[in-house]
């Protein structure tokens, strides 16, 4: 028999536990607000409440609602759970929401968590007019929620770069050029490099099977070999790329570098190759065509720490991804302001 625990569905078959976050676990808490507002407490603070003034960890007490039911000014009932810490130089009050991308927000944390649940859960990702359709709330509401999602996913700098073998390539993000403001043009109908689409670069970790991505203005030597020396060492570790001239200044730098020539039909050197990178921008393309149609420049790097993040995580399981993106949405906050795209409605 399934029973709840935590908010996960918890199955015994054969002496063994089993516990799995899905849709029909997360849909109980449509029902029961609290419970949200309990779960998302767990998912963040596995180890107890955690001050988000001074960091102080389990060292908080639960302030008890009057009278049963905690109103909000205009006497509606409100579900927030409100701590406070019991250092002695803080003695603030907070919630699970504070000092996180949740902060400030005024929808549910139910549907929260359901948003989280959408993006991790699906490798393509989901639309702003999907969580808009299916949780009920307006279009620009759902823009913004996943794009502070997004934030939650981005990664930060490595304490040291690493050493190992490192897959590197750049693809162009971009619409079909005859559909583009101004009508094609002669480089807007070239493919690769020399297009004037927006270039992205990836470097996989083929030993750790991690990748980390961004927008470049360019792909000249320099800009590359400085995206690579900020995640890579290269003393000590191998460089697989194509024969494009701009890897040769950082590849010169590392131990070992292996270039496959496309244009010949190599794509294996040595056992090297640049498959990883492109199997990684075949999944990324087919899911901005597919589920997001479109996306606009100034948003491509928070898109990219989405995919990154899947990629990345790749191996867990549905609710382990989702547990784990809740956790990092700490000291992470993203206004309105500060994403509102300025030309009128929602984009994705």
Known sequence: MDNFFWGFVVTTVCDHIFMEMNLCSLAWYFH??????TLLEELRWPDGPVCPHCDTVKNAVFLQP???QRLTSSGNVSFRRTWKCRNKECRRKFSVLVGSIFEDSKVPVSKWLAAFFMMTADKNGVSAYE???VLN??????WF????????TKQGPLAEALQGTFVADESYIGGNPKNRDGGPSENRARRGRGTDKTPVFSLVDAERGQVRSRVVANVDGRTLGNAIREIADPSGSTLATDMWHGYDPIG????????VDHKHNEYVRDGYGTNLAENYFSQLKRSLDGTHHHVSVKHLDRYLSEFDYRYNTRKLSDSDRMARLVRQTAGRRLTYHTVKDPRSGAKT
């Open 145 to 152: 929620m996943l794009h502070r999602i997004r934030e939650a």
């Open 252 to 259: 010169a730098e590392f131990a070992k570098h292996v270039r």
């Open 131 to 133: 969580i808009h359709r």
């Open 32 to 37: 029961d607000e609290a419970a949200a507002w």
């Open 137 to 142: 709330v307006t279009n620009q509401t759902a």
């Open 66 to 68: 009057k009278n049963g």
